[in-house]
């Protein structure tokens, strides 16, 4: 079995590391840098790995019917659709500037990849990761461009079955195994009902060397330390400034002191999982010496009396032979005498 394991930027993201968090900003910056910095600082603050945007090459992208199409509403930045996604749109400028500032906080920035043109842009500023959205999980000629790229893909699976997963799959490994695979669903917010977490060690079970992950769109941060849990080492979420205002991703997405619970949670989460390995601790004795029991004698016993199950009491406290080493004792002769409550020990008995 492959080892499961990506690299982004100098974050190891495996089984035994903590969650890699990505702050999904979206166009939750609404066109203005001085928000988007606003949003990095935050995402920084709060302990995220990686602040994420989204890029379009939007003249190419569309239909020229949909770019055109009358987009009016309290969610709109522009009369038709394709003004309102140029209008949110950051070019090379403002992606440099991002990208300095990402690197002054410590935290990896990269973007979702709508088509080609948009990855050749991300690979000439040298992102540490590529992001695939959902609706292009579908569309191998893309992801076999992007797979090519060398940069490690993080992919969402949003609104797929496991034929359309595996074929993204199969797509993109024998190009690049830097591969992480995020269980999402593309509801707006999610409900618990439509999360399927379970799907989570379905990926794991089934695609060898992937890293497994969930792209969060629910409105809490409980869903996330349960994926983790259940082996999700990529978590992404979007994040927000203030979920009231206008704009299709704020109403789902985590203010700071929510992205701020997200990853403490994650954190402590990755903690209580703890080791594999069941052992007892020992903070746990003191607790055990209360709790636990021993065998003692249950009444005064001469020297050489042979024990019987009447002469040996379990009695607590637990600092002495334990109750499971019963059989040792019994039709065993006493070294010395015993008194009511003393302990039989293993080298008092011939």
Known sequence: MSERKIVIGDRIVDDYSDAYVIAEIGHNHEGELARAEE????????????????????????????????????????????????????????????????????????????????????????????????????????????????????????????????????????????????????????????????????????????????????????????????GARVVEKHVTLDRARPGSDHHFSLEAQHLSALVDGLARTRLSLGSPVKRHLTEELPAMRKMAKKLVAARDLPAGHVLTEADVAIKSPGDGLRPHLLPQVLGRPLVAALAADADIRLDGLG
């Open 39 to 230: 949003l990095f600082h935050m995402a920084a603050k709060a302990g995220a790995s990686a602040v994420k945007l989204q890029k379009r090459s939007n003249r190419t992208l569309f239909t020229r019917h949909m770019f055109d199409e009358p987009y009016v509403g309290r969610n709109s930045f522009g009369p038709t659709y394709g003004k309102h996604r140029e209008t949110l749109e950051f070019g090379r400028a403002e992606y440099v500037h991002l990208t300095g500032l990402a690197a002054e906080l410590g935290i990896d920035f990269f973007s979702t990849a709508f088509d080609r043109d948009s990855v050749d842009f991300l690979v000439d500023l040298d992102v540490p990761a590529i992001k695939m959205a959902s609706g292009d999980l579908t569309n191998t000629p893309l992801l076999t461009y992007a797979a090519a790229a060398g940069k490690p893909l993080i992919v969402s699976t949003g609104g797929a079955d496991m034929d359309d997963v595996r074929r993204a799959v199969d797509t993109i490994l024998p190009i690049n195994r830097q591969l992480a695979l995020l269980q999402c669903t593309a509801v707006y917010p999610a409900t618990p009902e439509q999360l399927n977490l379970s799907v989570i060690d379905t990926f794991r079970r089934e695609f060898d060397g992937v890293v497994a992950g969930f792209s969060a769109h629910d409105l809490e941060v409980e869903s996330s330390w349960v994926a983790y849990a259940l």
